[in-house]
């Protein structure tokens, strides 16, 4: 098992129509190849989460990064998973009010857009790592 986490920057102002249908086709594929993983976007970027079989993350990275609607500036990837972290989530949209408690994906959006350096924000892999499993330990609570 693999699991990727990315950002991208949008390269247009998607709609909240456009953002529920690409997030309705990536569940809809996702389900098919036994992906999960979770959606974020916010101010013109997305954060996504991903987890599966090795070979079935690869392929797909590889689509996500030829997408011509955004552009991935950051890709951290573990490669070697044990459990999913998001077993039921096929992708699901994380909205910020469903975040506002938690509120570490500005964190990690901060972090990966390189704000961290100007914000002096040092985190390593590893700590990026104990956000996103923190984030799955909640995510029975989180409101979608």
């Given at each position: 098992?693999?699991?990727?986490?990315?950002?991208?920057?949008?390269?247009?102002?998607?709609?909240?129509?456009?953002?529920?249908?690409?997030?309705?086709?990536?569940?809809?594929?996702?389900?098919?190849?036994g992906i999960t993983g979770y959606l974020y976007f916010e101010k013109g970027y997305f954060l996504q989460y991903i987890e599966g079989e090795e070979s079935v993350i690869d392929v797909?990275?590889?689509?996500?990064?030829?997408?011509?609607?955004?552009?991935?500036?950051?890709?951290?990837?573990d490669q070697d998973i044990i459990a999913r972290r998001f077993p039921t989530w096929h992708m699901h949209q994380l909205a910020k009010s469903s975040l506002i408690q938690l509120n570490i994906e500005n964190i990690?959006?901060?972090?990966?857009?390189?704000?961290?350096?100007?914000?002096?924000?040092l985190l390593n892999s590893d700590h990026i790592w104990r956000i996103v499993y923190k984030l799955s330990t909640y995510r029975t609570e989180i409101i979608l």
């Open positions: 098992m693999k699991g990727i986490l990315y950002i991208s920057l949008a390269k247009h102002n998607f709609t909240s129509n456009e953002l529920d249908t690409l997030v309705c086709n990536a569940s809809n594929y996702n389900q098919k190849y797909l990275i590889h689509t996500i990064q030829k997408d011509p609607r955004h552009e991935v500036i950051n890709i951290l990837e990690l959006m901060d972090y990966m857009t390189n704000d961290s350096k100007q914000n002096n924000i």
